[in-house]
C-alpha cells in the first residue's frame, strides 16, 4: 500500500519535542516519506549554515537501515562512550494493519456497505497513523542528534545528512543479528560480574543514586508502556465495536413505524459519535502516553547502557590500578603500567563528567516532556468529554466543542418526541 | 339475582353507579386510584355475571375447570370477567359481538360467589380502571421486587432462593405488603402452568427466563467468585422483569396460579421443569413436532393484518438479535476496557514512586489516581450497558418469539376449522350417499354426525374469531408496551453516559493543575 506524508511541522504527532540549540545552525527534519511494499523512503531535509557543508539546503533519501547503521556507528565509536546516545527509530511495522486490512477485503457479508466503508476508514486511518509515527520516530532521532553539541559533528552524521547516494547500508543478516543479540547477552553478563566484583566501590554517590534509580524506572516504565498500550487496544476496539450497533439502531428505525423511529435513529446516531470520539480518545492517548512512554523506556535503556559504560571504564581504572601496583611490587613495566593506568584514569573521569551532565539533561529533558504530554493529555481529555452529540440541529462547527447540555436535550427530546 | 343484573354503565367508568346496583356496597365506592381491600360484599358477583354473559366465549378451558375444582372455577369465571373487560370498547361501540353465546350460565357462577366475593369486585372495578387506563397502557397498583438470593442446601442438591415481596393495594389480595421465598424452577412452573392456559387462545404469556447448567453448577460447587454473583445477580433481575411483565398482564394477573405464586408460603414442587424429566423431554418432542406441523399448514390468510404483523415480528426478531450480539460484544470490551485501566493506573503508581522528581512524581501518583477512578466509570458503564440495553433485547427477542407462538396457535386454531369443514362436507357426503343406497338408520346417524360436526365447524370459527380478535388486542398492548420499554430504557441509557462523561470531566479537570504544576 502506498502512502505519502508532506510533514509539515504543524501535523507531526510526535510527543517527543527537541529544543533546537541556541544557533539552530543544523536544522533536519524529514520532509516527505513514500511507504512502498516492504519499506519506507524517507527524505531526510538539512538546513545548514555550517562551513562543513556544500550547500545550505539539502535532502536525500534514507530508508530505516541506514538510521541503524548510523546509531550503530555512535554507538561504537569510543568517542562518545560518554554520551547518552539517542535510541535508534523502531523498525516500521505495518504488518499488522496490512492484515486487518486483507482480512476486510476478503469480506464478510453480514455487514452492510455502509458498515464495511466505516470499517475500511478505521483500518486506514490507523494504518495513516502508523505511518505518521514512524516518521515521528525517525525525525526526532535526527533532531535529538543535531542538537547535541558534540553528535552533532560526527563525520558519519555529516556523511548521513549529505551523501548523494544509497549508503549500501544492508539489513543485519541472521549472522551479525546474531552476534548482537550475544553482545547483549555478553554485556548483561559483565555488567553482573563488575557490580559483584570485589573492592569495586562506587565512589559518587550520584552515579550509585542514578544506578538505582534508573534499574528501577526502567522496569517500571516498561510496564507502564505495555499497559498503556493495552488500555488503547481496549478503546480502539470499543470504537470498531460502535459500529455495528450504529448500523443496527439505524435498520431498526428504518423499520419502526410509530414513535420509537426517532428513538433509534438518535440513537444510531449517538452511537456513531461515540465511535469517532473513543477512536480519538484512543489516539491521544496513544500520542501523548504510550509514545512518551515508549520512548523514555529506550531513552533510559540508552541511560543505562551509558552507565554501563562508566562502569566499564571503572572496573577498567582498578585493573589498571592493581596492574600497576602489582608491576612496582615486581618492578617490572613500571612505565607501561604507569601510563595504562593514567589512561585508564583520564577516561573514567572523563566518562564521569559527561555521564554526569548527560544524566542531568536525561532528567530535565523528561520531566519536561512528561509535563507537556500529561498537560496536553489532560487537556485533550477533557476536550472529548465535553464534545456531545448535536441535537437535531445540525451543528455548523462540528468540530467545536458543546456544552453537555446537549447531551439532556437529546434525552428530553427523545422523551417527548414519541410522547403518549 | 337476575333482578339486580342491570347492565352496569359502560362507558362512562363512574364507580359510583354501582353504588345505586348492590346493596351499599362497599367497594364499589373505591375509585380507581384506591382500591380498597375490605373484604365485605355479600353478592358482588351479580355484575360480574352480567359481563360474562354478554360477551363470553369459546374459552373451552373454563368448561373444563368448572366441573373440576370448585375453587378454580371462580378462578376462572373471574378471569372470563377481566377477559372481557379489554373488549369492552367494541362492546360500547355497539357493534355486534363476535358470534359467541354465553357459556358460562350465571348460576353456576352465583354459589360461588359467597366463598371468592372478594376477588370479583375488585375485578370489576379494576375492568373499570382499565377502559380508562387503556389509552396511557395498563397500569396497576401492584410492584414485585425480587430479592435476597439465598442459597439453601449444600452441594449438588443446593439451590438459590429468592425472596418475592408484593406491595398492592389492589383488594384481591389478602394483605397490601407480603413476601414469599421462591426458587427458580418454581417460576418455570409458574410460567408453563400460564403457558398451558392461556398460550393457545392467543394471549401473549411473558415467557420466563432461561435455565443455565453452567452457571447453576457453579453456584451449586459453591464457588464464591465474582462470575458466580454476577450470574445469582442476572438472573435476579431478570426474574424480577419477568414477574412484572407477568403482573402487568391484565388477564394474566386474575389468575389464582399466579396469586397463589405471589402469596402462599408453600409451593408445591414444579418437578415437570426439569430439563431430563418425563415432562420435559414430552416438551420437547412436542417442540419438534410443532415445527413440522407449522410447515405443513397453508393458511388462507383472509385478514392482511396478521401476515403483515407476521412479517412485521419476522423482521424485528432478526434486528434485535444483531442489535443484541453487538452489544454483547461491547459488555465485553467494556469490561476489558476497564481492566487494563486498572493495571494502567497500577503501573503508573509504580512509576510514580520510583521517579525521583518530585513534582512528576506527585503528578504520575494523580494520575494513577485518576486512571483508578476512571476504570470504575468503565465498571458501571458496562453494568449499565448489560442491564439496561443487552437484558432488555434479549427479554424482547424471548417475548417475540412468544409473540410468533401466539399467531401459531392461530394457525393451528384455522387448521382445525377447516379440518371440521372437510369432515362436515365428508359427512354430507356420506348422508347424501346413504340417501341413494336408501338406508334408513345409516341416514339418521348420518344426521347426527352431521349435527354434530356443524356445531363444531360452527365453533371451530367462534373459536378462530375470538383467538384473532385477542391477538390483535394482545400485539396492540404489546406494541405499545414495548415502544414505553424501549423508549425508556433509551432514556436511562442516555442519562448513564452523560453521567459517565461528566464524572470525567471532573476527573480530569482535577489532574490537570496537578500536571501544570510540574516544574
Known amino acids: ?420 | 339475582m337476575a333482578a339486580e343484573r342491570e347492565p352496569p354503565p359502560l362507558g362512562d367508568g363512574k364507580p359510583t353507579d354501582f353504588e345505586e346496583l348492590e346493596d351499599g356496597e362497599d367497594l364499589f365506592t373505591s375509585t380507581v386510584s384506591t382500591l380498597e381491600s375490605s373484604p365485605s360484599s355479600p353478592e358482588p358477583a351479580s355484575l360480574p355475571a352480567e359481563d360474562v354473559s354478554t360477551n363470553s366465549n369459546g374459552r373451552k378451558p373454563a368448561e373444563v375447570v368448572l366441573d373440576d375444582d370448585r375453587e378454580d372455577l371462580f378462578a376462572e369465571a373471574t378471569e372470563e370477567v377481566s377477559l372481557d373487560s379489554p373488549e369492552r370498547e367494541p362492546i360500547l361501540s355497539s357493534e355486534p359481538s363476535p358470534a359467541v353465546t354465553p357459556v358460562t350460565p350465571t348460576t353456576l357462577i352465583a354459589p360461588r360467589m359467597e366463598s371468592k366475593s372478594i376477588s370479583a369486585p375488585v375485578i370489576f372495578d379494576r375492568s373499570r380502571e382499565e377502559i380508562e387506563e387503556e389509552a396511557n397502557g395498563d397500569v396497576f397498583d401492584i410492584e414485585i421486587g425480587v430479592s435476597d438470593p439465598e442459597k439453601v442446601g449444600d452441594g449438588m442438591n443446593a439451590y438459590m432462593a429468592y425472596r418475592v415481596t408484593t406491595k398492592t393495594s389492589l383488594s384481591m389480595f389478602s394483605k397490601s405488603e407480603f413476601s414469599v421465598k421462591r426458587r427458580f424452577s418454581d417460576f418455570l412452573g409458574l410460567h408453563s402452568k400460564l403457558a398451558s392456559k392461556y398460550l393457545h387462545v392467543g394471549y401473549i404469556v411473558p415467557p420466563a427466563p432461561e435455565k443455565s447448567i453452567v452457571g447453576m453448577t457453579k453456584v451449586k460447587v459453591g464457588k464464591e467468585d465474582s462470575s458466580s454473583t454476577e450470574f445469582v445477580e442476572k438472573r435476579r433481575a431478570a426474574l424480577e422483569r419477568y414477574l412484572q411483565r407477568t403482573v402487568k398482564h391484565p388477564t394474566l394477573l386474575q389468575d389464582p396460579d399466579l396469586r397463589q405464586f405471589l402469596e402462599s408460603s408453600e409451593l408445591p414442587r414444579a418437578v415437570n421443569t426439569q430439563a431430563l424429566s418425563g415432562a420435559g423431554i414430552l416438551r420437547m418432542v412436542n417442540k419438534a413436532a410443532d415445527a413440522v406441523n407449522k410447515m405443513t399448514i397453508k393458511m388462507n390468510e383472509s385478514d392482511a393484518w396478521f401476515e403483515e404483523k407476521q412479517q412485521q415480528f419476522e423482521n424485528l426478531d432478526q434486528q434485535l438479535r444483531k442489535l443484541h450480539a453487538s452489544v454483547e460484544a461491547l459488555v465485553c470490551h467494556r469490561k476489558e476496557l476497564s481492566a487494563n485501566t486498572a493495571a494502567f493506573a497500577k503501573s503508573a503508581a509504580m512509576l510514580g514512586n520510583s521517579e525521583d522528581h518530585t513534582a512528576l512524581s506527585r503528578a504520575l501518583s494523580q494520575l494513577a489516581e485518576v486512571e483508578e477512578k476512571i476504570d470504575q466509570l468503565h465498571q458501571e458503564q458496562a453494568f449499565a450497558d448489560f442491564y439496561m440495553f443487552s437484558e432488555l433485547l434479549s427479554d424482547y427477542i424471548r417475548l417475540i418469539a412468544a409473540v410468533k407462538g401466539v399467531f401459531d396457535h392461530r394457525m393451528k386454531c384455522w387448521q382445525k376449522w377447516e379440518d371440521a369443514q372437510i369432515t362436515l362436507l365428508k359427512k354430507r357426503e356420506t348422508e347424501a350417499k346413504m340417501m341413494v343406497a336408501n338406508k334408513p338408520d345409516k341416514i339418521q346417524q348420518a344426521k347426527n354426525e352431521i349435527r354434530e360436526w356443524e356445531a363444531k365447524v360452527q365453533q371451530g370459527e367462534r373459536d378462530f374469531e375470538q383467538i384473532s380478535k385477542t391477538i390483535r388486542k394482545e400485539v396492540g398492548r404489546f406494541e405499545a408496551k414495548r415502544v414505553k420499554d424501549f423508549k425508556t430504557v433509551i432514556i436511562k441509557y442516555l442519562e448513564s453516559l452523560v453521567q459517565t462523561q461528566q464524572q470525567l470531566i471532573k476527573y480530569w479537570e482535577a489532574f490537570l493543575p496537578e500536571a501544570k504544576a510540574i516544574a
Open chain 1, 1 to 420: 500500500m502506498e502512502g505519502r506524508q508532506e510533514a509539515g511541522k504543524e501535523n507531526k504527532p510526535s510527543s517527543i519535542s527537541v529544543d533546537p540549540q541556541g544557533d539552530s545552525s543544523l536544522q533536519v527534519e524529514i520532509s516527505d516519506a513514500v511507504s512502498e511494499r516492504d519499506k519506507v523512503k524517507f527524505t531526510v531535509q538539512t538546513k545548514s549554515c555550517l562551513p562543513h557543508f556544500a550547500q545550505t539546503e539539502f535532502s536525500v533519501v534514507r530508508q530505516h537501515e541506514e538510521f541503524i547503521w548510523l546509531h550503530d556507528a555512535y554507538v561504537e565509536n569510543e568517542e562518545y562512550a560518554g554520551l547518552i546516545i539517542p535510541p535508534a527509530p523502531p523498525r516500521p511495522d505495518f504488518e499488522a494493519s496490512r492484515e486487518k486490512l486483507q482480512k476486510l477485503g476478503e469480506g464478510d457479508s453480514s455487514i452492510t456497505r455502509e458498515e464495511f466503508a466505516k470499517m475500511k476508514q478505521e483500518l486506514e486511518a490507523e494504518y495513516l497513523a502508523i505511518f505518521k509515527k514512524t516518521v515521528a520516530m525517525h525525525e526526532v532521532f535526527l533532531q535529538r542528534l543535531a542538537a547535541h553539541p558534540t553528535l552533532r559533528r560526527d563525520h558519519n552524521f555529516f556523511v548521513f545528512l549529505e551523501y548523494g547516494q544509497d549508503l549500501s547500508v544492508r539489513g543485519k543478516n541472521r549472522k551479525e543479528l546474531l552476534g548482537g543479540f550475544l553482545r547483549n547477552i555478553v554485556k548483561s553478563a559483565d555488567e553482573a560480574l563488575i557490580t559483584s566484583m570485589s573492592g569495586l566501590k562506587e565512589v559518587d554517590d550520584f552515579f550509585e543514586h542514578e544506578r538505582t534509580f534508573l534499574l528501577e524506572y526502567h522496569t517500571r516504565i516498561r510496564d507502564a508502556c505495555l499497559r498503556a498500550d493495552r488500555v488503547m487496544q481496549s478503546h480502539k476496539c470499543l470504537a470498531d465495536d460502535y459500529i455495528p450497533i450504529s448500523a443496527a439502531l439505524s435498520s431498526l428505525g428504518t423499520q419502526e413505524v410509530n414513535q420509537l423511529k426517532t428513538s433509534f435513529f438518535k440513537l444510531a446516531e449517538l452511537f456513531e459519535r461515540l465511535r469517532k470520539l473513543e477512536g480519538r480518545v484512543a489516539s491521544d492517548e496513544d500520542l501523548k502516553l504510550s509514545d512518551m512512554l515508549r520512548y523514555y523506556m529506550r531513552d533510559s535503556q540508552a541511560a543505562k547502557d551509558l552507565l554501563y559504560r562508566r562502569l566499564r571504564a571503572l572496573a577498567d581504572y582498578e585493573n589498571a590500578n592493581k596492574a600497576l601496583d602489582k608491576a612496582r611490587t615486581r618492578n617490572r613495566e613500571v612505565r607501561t603500567a604507569e601510563s595504562n593506568q593514567q589512561l585508564c584514569c583520564r577516561r573514567f573521569e572523563r566518562l564521569s563528567d559527561s555521564a554526569k551532565q548527560e544524566l542531568m539533561d536525561f532528567k530535565s529533558r523528561r520531566v519536561s516532556s512528561f509535563r507537556k504530554n500529561l498537560i496536553e493529555l489532560a487537556e485533550l481529555e477533557l476536550k472529548h468529554a465535553k464534545v456531545s452529540p448535536p441535537a437535531s440541529v445540525p451543528s455548523c462547527c462540528p468540530s467545536t466543542p458543546r456544552p453537555l447540555d446537549s447531551y439532556q436535550m437529546l434525552a428530553s427530546m427523545c422523551q417527548e418526541g414519541g410522547g403518549p
